[in-house]
């Protein structure tokens, strides 16, 4: 059974910056971040294989997230730059089994956390 343990979330003020972690325990192919605002649905926001080799980025990631993973610690990590107030949701970390090219936001992910909040306004 995987168990996920997301952290990091915080009120920041636009244009600030934000580290998000991930602690897993257990075997995962994938992990994703997404995340979900009131009302709105969920969705992908970075995604990363257990090699590091592929990485996804949602079309307002790019540019501004980084995820990346330190095996030592089993922690997968989202760097988030320039926030803007429409980044403000619940950020959750999520795993799935399969193929590196699965890893992308389309494939469902089955193993969720609790979620993290993270509020950007001025």
């Known amino acids: 059974q995987v168990q996920l343990a997301e952290s990091g979330g915080d009120s920041v003020r636009p244009g600030g910056s934000l580290k998000l972690s991930c602690e897993v325990s257990?075997?995962?192919?994938?992990l994703g971040w997404f995340r979900q605002a009131p009302g709105e649905e969920r969705e992908g926001v970075a995604s990363?294989?257990?090699?590091?080799?592929?990485?996804y980025y949602s079309d307002s990631a790019k540019g501004r997230f980084t995820i990346s993973q330190d095996d030592s610690k089993k922690t997968v990590y989202l760097q988030m730059n320039s926030l803007k107030p429409e980044d403000s949701s619940l950020y959750y970390c999520?795993?799935?089994?399969?193929?590196?090219?699965?890893?992308?936001?389309?494939?469902?992910?089955?193993?969720w956390g609790q979620g993290t909040q993270v509020s950007v306004s001025s």
């Open positions: 999520a795993t799935k089994r399969g193929e590196m090219w699965t890893c992308s936001f389309k494939y469902t992910y089955t193993n």
């Open positions: 257990g075997w995962y192919d994938c």
């Open positions: 990363i294989d257990r090699t590091g080799a592929i990485t």
